[in-house]
Structure formats: structure tokens, C-alpha cells
């Protein structure tokens, strides 16, 4: 053995750790630069701008769109309440409660409808033989990459009052005129959950197909019914897939802004629409952002409240 | 009552010794809610492309076969902009945010834990969380002070936008193929005298491949797609094919939207089977 | 011997005299797995050394480190303390595309882009090797293998036999000056592995590099090593030959994980310069080689392989005494399970010579002889 040898052992020690330290931060620092482009554009174009958005909550609004720089509350001020412009009192915004209502109630209207469709729908998916199974789910998949426009034209086709569901009907002497389906509450309803249909079906798929078809046995092997084995057996199981479906529709649907506008006809407006409103015709931009704040608070809730639902679900198994 | 209770009995003991298998998986009714909704999905959809070849103007009567409106919708120069428009905004948006997403996937995938990672998710993924119609008043407002300051209007305002939203939707298949590869094949090469440069050109962008691809497609199918955004970020003159179909709509649907229609769906479905196709190889 | 450390004093490295050239030598090596939460010790303060063209084995359970060793000497980890050295060189932190070092990986990591050619080829590419001799060196380990059919398919297309032997020529090719194989059997079935057995000594008989084997599989450390290591936790226990760590295990772990033993609690009587009188019965002194840890008084274990005792049914002149209570027959040798007189089980491979019967029925009295040559005194 050399001296020099010995040497090395004696210094090898901190060597180590040295080495072992470059090497580790080398690593971090490769690992944050090939982050940091995409996330540049995300800051400049995504998140960055919702912080704008929230400082214009608190600016007076310019005559003409846009804002003065002027501290205010009235954007948050005007999207509960209303100031009459002849004598000042204050009174309930019940236009926009109304909205809010309408937003509420048809976006859990489509998510519940979505879910008597879609959970059979996927049910069926997750039990077809794994050689056909991928191309049911093909076929629930390519309306969901079509254009969300395309596909609202289309309903719109469908239900018009000239249109074929109404043709049909007067066809087969069903009925004698035709049923005011479009423009209606019940026809965005309807578009949304077309829209919005595959957004349940697939996670509900995810859940059904890693389901243990085994327990289903052991169900009815201790003498269980089909709906006993349903709804005590199956439900439970894949209810992450359910919660997941209903926040992936329900989501959407609250802040839908097309399908209102075009299944509406202008008169059934929704939160997505009222927001619109305010940057165009209504040139009430603090409004405007208080209201996308609104929104984007409602849905964050939802989203933490899916969040909190799936962690306590894991911590159950662990 | 009690001898109709035992006929009944009777049927469903003889309906289930008829059925050799007890299917364990069949829950009545399921089928056929599911066919329904499938035929729901498809029968809009379907009537559009049919109605779409219809010679007439009335869009509701079937007055025989042409490609009638394919024609007037390709003649008409305004369409021909608007599709143009579209096609560069999606493909600058796609090739960009697939770049941008590839190098957050190798920065995010595979490389242990590190503080710091999940706010780079979050980051990622926050297009998919937030609301389209607030981004996009969030990119008008933003926009509008950018114009203000630079007397800039053209065309990067909303490349940028659909760049950002894009790329969340580029990420997740470049990411699921990344977490999919088997990192010994990196290792082996490494041990077969590849250096790390040598080892990212040969063996981890080859593998990564069909990912990068996936990733581009669903990025130009949804920059495509995208109606809310360009909505409210496209200054005057900048319509691209969804919104010029929105405004048409006032004057109530015409042949000619059917017939483009149609048309984008086709290019939408081819780009979605390619992307079904490389998924699965 | 100038300066004298204290990691070089804790480090026993074995006597570096001998015959042939060492090719992997390691000194003290430590690896520390550190995560933000625990901090687990693979390897604590291994030394090791591989002789040019051996069939080395490591063998250990799970989790004993053995692999993190061999990711050492590829290079895939660095020790968090020690040296690595190759034919003299300390090669600690060279990274693995440096060195003439080639793995077989359990999973074979074969490339599933390319064909079996192209993959066989990557390494010679790497080395920047001229075409011809590129063409040529993969011709030659096709035929090694014999895989020369096949080599324009996928990898993903042949069968796991044919990816093994095509991860062998692969890190073949190169013509490494050692070869690591990380459990490469292990995926294979039975038959497979036995043919490919007899293929990996065959090959290193053929090339004469130095084969560094890693597997849990006792039978197999057994039948293809020249030399082996037993380790666990993180430490090796035994390095010898098959025969010296069968037949003379050294500490009761590696008796127990190397075949079947049975274990004597004995009580050292006397010693003289190298062996031990060690009393195991009332009636029975044994004299075993000992070393100088064993001292007079003192409590012992002693190994004894089952199939190295045989029972009696003259029950006073043997050396234990009990009775048989479990009996399994094997067609060559029979097991029996004995409770001795001081209520422990002792178990007895007997050979089943032509014309005997089964002799010992459960429940009768029998001796149990031991062959006093084939035991040992055991470090805990």
C-alpha cells in the first residue's frame, strides 16, 4: 500500500460528503431550470393575471370599460346588492341572486343527470371484455375532444323548433305542435350534460374497472339482491369515481359560458355569461372581476372539498 | 293472492335455472341506459354531418345529397382567414407549450422529491383548475394594460394565452409516459459507455417519443377547440374559426356553419384515434 | 506505515498476498440511503476482494446490500465512505460510463426500441468502435450466445430466455473487465435457469473476464461460484470457497441460510492451542477446531448439518439420546425429527440404503451419532 493511498483514505470522509452534496444540488438545479420556461408562461399568461384580476375587485370602474385607478368597493359591493339611482336605497341585487340561483341549481341539475347516465354507462364500459373495452371507451372519449361549439350547435339542432326531435314527434303523431325545447332552463341543462357526459363517465370508469368483482360474489353469496349488491356493495366502492365525476361536471358547468349563451338564447343568462356581460356591454370591469372572483372561489372550494374527500379516503386504507 | 305469488316464484326459479351462468356483473337496466347514452352522444353529432351535406338552405328539411355548403364555406375568404388564423394560433400554442412541457416533465418526473415540487404542479396544472371564463377576463384585463403600455395588438396575445392553457394538457401524457419508462434503460446505457447527453438523444427521447407526440396533438385539438379565451382576448379582427362560428350564430345556424363544423369534427376525431393509437403502442 | 488513520485501523482488509491479480477491491464501504425523513445503512464499512477470473457470488437475503455493492462497482451509486478499486485504480466517483465495468440487470433493461443487433451494438457505439470492428465483435457474441438467428427482431418480440442471453451478450460485447449480474436468473423458471446455469459458466470459462454474481438463491451461489460472500444487513459475514462456507460456516446466520442445520448449546470444558473440548450432553465431549474467542467456561453454539448425524437404535454409546417424533420419508434419505432428552428438536437427514426398511418408528428411543470432523463452533 502507497502512502499516498493511505492519504486518500484519511481525506476520503469529507470527499464523500462533498461529492455527495455537489452532485445532489447539481441535480436540483437542473431539475428547477427545466421548470422554470413553462412555468415563466404560466406566471405571465395564468396566475399572474388572476392576482390583476383581484386588485381590479377594488378599483372604481371607467366610464367607458376598463377602470380608474381609484380604491373602491363597489365591485364587490354591486354583485349581492343594488343602489337604486333616483333615491340611493340600498336593496337586494336580486337580477344577479337570480343568476346565481339559475347557475346553482342547473349545474347540479346536469351533474346529477350526468350521474343516472354516466354510472351505467361506465359500469357497462369497465364490464365489456378488455378486448373491446378500449374502444367504448374510444367512443366515449372522441365527443369529449370535439369542439364543446360543435357540439352545442348540434343539440341545438336537435331541439329546435323546426328541428329533428320536434319532427319526429309531429312524424309519429306524438304531438301536435312542436315542443318550445330551445332557450329554455331545460335546454342548457340538457347541453351541458351532453357537453359535459364524458367528464363523469371517465373517472367513474377508472373506479368500476379496479373494482374487485369478488366482493360482488361474496355479496351475493350472502344472499344480497341486485339492488342490495348496488347500492350497498358497489356505490361505496367506487364513490371516489363518483365525487370525482360529479366536481369534474359540476365545475365546468357552474362557469359555463357557450352553452348558456347559445342553448339560452341570451335571456337565460349564467354566471359565466353575467361576468361576460360586464366587459362588454356592461362596462363594469370591477364588477366584473368580482364576480370571476366569486367564481373561482366557489369552484376552489369544491375542488378542496374533493381534495379533503379522496385524503380521507386514503387514510383509511393506510 | 298466495297460488299467483307461487306462479310468480315458479317463473323467475325457471327463469334462473334457464340461465346456465348466475352473471355476477349484470345489473338490470344498465345496458340499456348505457346504449341510450351512447346513442345521445352520437345521434347530435351524426344529424350535424348529415344535415351537412344537405343541397338545401332549409337546415331542418333533407333536400338530397351535395357538397354544396362544403364548397360556399371554402370559398368564402373570410373563412379561409379565420381557418388560417386558427391553424397558426394552434400550432405556434401546440409546438411551443409541448416544448415548455416536455422540459417540466423531465424536470418533475423521476427525480425523487424535492421541496418545491408541488407548487410546480400546482403551477402546471392550475389551466385545468381555474374557471375558463375567469382566465380569460384575468388575460383580458392583463392584456389590456400590456396593450396600453406597448401599442402592441397583433397576433402573440393570444399564441401566449393558448400557449399557457396548453400546456397542462401536453404535460399529462409526456409526464404518464415519463413515470411509465423504466429508468434501468437510462442506467444500462450509462453502463454501456453512453454519457448523459449521449443517453438523453439515443434512449430517453426515442422512449419518450410517442408521449411528446400524444402531448402535441391534445395541445393543437384543444388550442383548436378553445371558444372562452379567444373570445375575450382577440382584438378586433382576429377571429379565429370557433369564434367566427359564435358570432355567425346570431344570425341563426346556416348550411355553411354545418358544413364547417363538420369539417373541424372530422380533423378533430383523426387527431384524437392518432392519439388513442400512439397511446396504446 | 507513516500515518496510521483510525478508518484505516477499523478496516480488516484480508491478506493481500496471493497468486492470481485482484480486479475489484473495496475498502470499507459505506452507503447511507439518506430521505428527507430516514437515513437507512445499505453497506456499513464492507471490504471485499474479487480475483481476476472468478466467478464471484454475493449472497444474501433481501435487503443485505448485496446489490448496493454491485451498484458500487458498476457506478450507478457512490459510497457514502469507502474506496472502489479496479485492477489497482480508485475509481469511487467515476461515473458508470467510464468504466470497463458491465451490469446484466435483473430486468434485463434491454432497449425496446431497437433490435437485438442494435442493442448488442449501443456499447461499441458509445466506445466509438469502427464499423467493422463493431460488426464483427456482435457476430462473435451472437454466436457466444447463440442468438444469430434472431438478431434483426425486436427485443420485445423474443421470448425471456432469449432477452437474457441477449442482456449477456450485450454487456458482453464491450468486452468488460468485469461483468455484474444482478439476480439475471431470477426471472427465468426452473428448467431455464438450470440451462442458463451451465450457459454463464460456460461463457466465463469461455472469456475469461471476472463474473460478479448477485442472487438470494443459496443452491445457486452454491453449484456456479468459485468463491462467494455471504452477507446480511448490510455486512459481509463469510467470504470462501462453496465447500469452506457449507461445510465450515463460521457464524449462525450464514449456517442457517446455507442449507439446513442443527444447533447444540455446548459448554467449553478446555482448549488447548487451536481446538476446544466443548461438552454438548452429559455423556458426549467434543473436540473442535476453535479459535481464540472460545474460552473454558463459556456457553457455545455448534452446528451440525442434519445429514452429518446418524441415528442408532443402541442409544448408550452415542452421543445424544431422544426420541423420534416426526418422520418424513424422501424416496433417497429419510427426515427425522428427534426430541433429545433436554426437550430441543434434532433433525437427521438419514440415507436410505438398498434393503433397509424404515427403522425408527415415531415414539421409539434412538442414539444420535455425530460426525465430529463436519462440526462447528459458531460466532452469534
Known sequence: MSPDHKDTLVKSSTRHTRAFKASRKRQLQNNLLLCVPALLVLALAAVGPLLIVLVYTFLEAGPYGGVVWQWSFEGWFEVFLKRDIFDGTVSIADAHLSIFWRSFKLSIQSTLLALVLGFPTAYFIATRPAATRNLWLFLITIPFWTNLLIRTFAIMQLIRDQGILNTLLIGFGVIDTPIEMLYTEFSIMLGMTYVYLPLMVLPLYASIEKLDFRLVEAAYDLYAGRLKVLFRIIVPLVKPGIVAGCILVFIPSLGAYVTPRVLGGGKNLMLGNLIELQFGQGRNWPLGAALSITLLCVVMISLLFYVRSTQRKEADRG | MSVLRNARKLIVARAIAGNRHFAVRYLPGFSTIAVLCFVLLYAPIVALVIYSFNSGTNIALWEGFSLHWYTVAWENELVQEVTFRSLIVASMAAVTSTMLATMAALGTTRTGDYRGRMLIYATINQPLMVPEIVTGVALLIFFAIVKAFTGYHGLAYLIAAHTAFCIPFAYLPIRARLEGMDSSLETAAQDLYATPVKTFWRITLPLMWPGILAGFMLAFVISLDDVVITELVKSAGQDTLPTYMLGQLRRGITPEVNAISSALLGISILLVSLFFVLRNR | ????????????????????????????????????????????????????????????????????????????????????????????????????????????????????RQNISFGLEMLKRSKAEISKTVAEVLNLVRMEELAERRVSDISGGQQQRVALARALAPQPKVLLLDESL???????????????????????????????????????????????????????????????????????????????????????????????????????????????????????????????????????????????????????????????????????????????????????????????????
Open chain 3, 1 to 116: 506505515m507513516l500515518s496510521v488513520s483510525n478508518v484505516y485501523q477499523s478496516c480488516k482488509l484480508s491478506d493481500p498476498v496471493c497468486s492470481r491479480q485482484i480486479a475489484v477491491e473495496i475498502q470499507c464501504a459505506t452507503k447511507v440511503f439518506e430521505s428527507r425523513t430516514s437515513s437507512v445503512t445499505a453497506l456499513d464499512n464492507v471490504s471485499l476482494e474479487i480475483q481476476q477470473n472468478e466467478f464471484f457470488t454475493l449472497l444474501g437475503p433481501s435487503g443485505c446490500g448485496k446489490t448496493t455493492l454491485l451498484r458500487l462497482i458498476a457506478g450507478f451509486e457512490h459510497p457514502s465512505d469507502g474506496q472502489i478499486r479496479l485492477y489497482g485504480e480508485d475509481i469511487t466517483f467515476w461515473p458508470p460510463y467510464q468504466r470497463p465495468v458491465n451490469t446484466v440487470f435483473q430486468n434485463y433493461a434491454l432497449f425496446p426500441h431497437m433490435t437485438v
Open chain 3, 186 to 380: 431470477s426471472a427465468l423458471d426452473y428448467k431455464l435457469r438450470q440451462d442458463m446455469q451451465i450457459e454463464l459458466k460456460r461463457l466465463q470459462h469461455e472469456t475469461g473476464i471476472t463474473f460478479v454474481f448477485v442472487t438470494h438463491d443459496q443452491e445457486e451461489a452454491l453449484t456456479m461460484s468459485d468463491r462467494m460472500a455471504v452477507m446480511n444487513v448490510g455486512k459481509i459475514l463469510q467470504v470462501g470457497t462453496p465447500g469452506e462456507i457449507y461445510n465450515f460456516p463460521k457464524q449462525r446466520f450464514v449456517a442457517e441460510f446455507i442449507g439446513d442445520s442443527n444447533f447444540l448449546e455446548g459448554y467449553v470444558v478446555a482448549r488447548s492451542s487451536s481446538r476446544a473440548k466443548v461438552e454438548l450432553s452429559p455423556t458426549y465431549c467434543a473436540d473442535l477446531p476453535a479459535d481464540d474467542a472460545v474460552q473454558p467456561g463459556t456457553r457455545v453454539s455448534v452446528a451440525v448439518r442434519p445429514e452429518q448425524a446418524t441415528l442408532t437404535s443402541a442409544t448408550t454409546a452415542a452421543a445424544l439420546q431422544g426420541r423420534v417424533s416426526n418422520m418424513v420419508y424422501f424416496g433417497t434419505h429419510t427426515h427425522y425429527v428427534i426430541k433429545l432428552e433436554n426437550g430441543d428438536l434434532f433433525t437427521v437427514h438419514q440415507q436410505n440404503l438398498s434393503g433397509h426398511e424404515i427403522e425408527y418408528e415415531p415414539g421409539h428411543a434412538v442414539g444420535v451419532t455425530l460426525n465430529q470432523s463436519t462440526m462447528q463452533i459458531l460466532k452469534d
